[in-house]
C-alpha cells in the first residue's frame, strides 16, 4: 500500500534556495527567453464534464486538453452557473464545466498508456460554482487506486480546491476515484497527469508518495514550465 506523505512549506532557508538555482542551471530546468520549450510528451490533461470527442489547446501553457468521455463511465455534465462565470483569462476554461457522480458511491477515473515503475504528478481541481443550481457545498473523498488522497471540502462556491500528489505508478494504468461519503455530490473539474524524471522527488517510492499541501512560486510570469516549487522538510526540491 502507498503511503501518502504531506509535504508543506517548511523553512525556507537562503542554502537550499541556492541550491535549488544551481540544480535547475545544471539541469537545464531555466527557460530562458527564445530557448525551446520542454517536452510535454506523455501529458495528459482532462477537462471533466466536456462534451464527448471534445478539445482545445489551454491558452497559456500551449498544453492540448481533451474530454474525459474515454475515462470515467459514469457521471453526468453539467455547467457552471451564470452567477459564477468570468470573462476568460480569468476563468480557465477547465472551470466552465463540471461532472458530477450523484447516483454511484465510488466513481473512478482509469489513466492508461503508463510507464509502469515510474514518477508522476497528478493533479485534481474542484470548482463548485452552484453546477447544480443547489447551493450546497460538498465534501467528499479522493483515492489514487486503493489509497485514500485527500478529502477535498469544498467551502466556497466561486473558490477552486486543488489536490495534488507525486507518486510512483506501479502498473501501466491508475485510478483516480471519487467517493461519496454522505456530505454531498462529489464532482470534479479537471485533472492532469505528468511524467516525471525519476531522479526527481527522491522521498517518492513505489512504497511512498508526496501529498501536496502548499507551494511558493518564484516569482516566474508564466505558468509553466518551472513558476512553482516544493517545500520538504525546510529544503526546496
Given at each position: 500500500?502507498?503511503?501518502?506523505?504531506?509535504?508543506?512549506?517548511?523553512?525556507?532557508?537562503?542554502?537550499?534556495?541556492?541550491?535549488?538555482?544551481?540544480?535547475?542551471?545544471?539541469?537545464?530546468?531555466?527557460?530562458?527567453?527564445?530557448?525551446?520549450?520542454?517536452s510535454i510528451a506523455g501529458f495528459l490533461t482532462i477537462d471533466c464534464g466536456l462534451p464527448e470527442q471534445s478539445s482545445y489547446v489551454d491558452p497559456i501553457t500551449k498544453i492540448p486538453v481533451v474530454s474525459d468521455a474515454g475515462f470515467v463511465d459514469a457521471g453526468s455534465n453539467h455547467n457552471t452557473s451564470?452567477?459564477?462565470?468570468?470573462?476568460?483569462?480569468?476563468?480557465?476554461?477547465?472551470?466552465?464545466?463540471?461532472?458530477?457522480?450523484?447516483?454511484?458511491e465510488r466513481s473512478c477515473y482509469t489513466l492508461p498508456s503508463l510507464v509502469p515503475g515510474s514518477k508522476y504528478l497528478l493533479r485534481a481541481l474542484f470548482r463548485y460554482g452552484n453546477y447544480d443550481g443547489l447551493q450546497k457545498l460538498?465534501?467528499?473523498?479522493?483515492?489514487?487506486?486503493?489509497?485514500?488522497?485527500?478529502?477535498?471540502?469544498?467551502?466556497?462556491?466561486?473558490?477552486?480546491?486543488m489536490a495534488e500528489v507525486t507518486a510512483v505508478i506501479p502498473d501501466d494504468s491508475v485510478q483516480v476515484c471519487l467517493v461519496n461519503t454522505g456530505s454531498g455530490t462529489p464532482f470534479i473539474s479537471s485533472l492532469a497527469l505528468r511524467p516525471l524524471e525519476n531522479t526527481l522527488y527522491p522521498q517518492v517510492n513505489a512504497t511512498q508518495g508526496l501529498n501536496l499541501i502548499d507551494r511558493f512560486s518564484m516569482g516566474g510570469t508564466s505558468y509553466y514550465p518551472i513558476k512553482y516549487v516544493y517545500y520538504t522538510d525546510g529544503c526546496i526540491y
Open positions: 500500500m502507498l503511503a501518502l506523505t504531506n509535504t508543506s512549506m517548511g523553512r525556507r532557508s537562503v542554502a537550499c534556495l541556492r541550491l535549488l538555482v544551481g540544480l535547475a542551471a545544471a539541469a537545464g530546468v531555466l527557460q530562458v527567453g527564445g530557448q525551446r520549450a520542454p451564470a452567477e459564477y462565470m468570468k470573462p476568460a483569462p480569468e476563468l480557465g476554461r477547465g472551470y466552465h464545466n463540471v461532472r458530477s457522480f450523484p447516483d454511484t460538498p465534501a467528499f473523498d479522493l483515492y489514487l487506486g486503493v489509497n485514500l488522497w485527500r478529502t477535498v471540502n469544498i467551502s466556497e462556491a466561486e473558490r477552486a480546491v
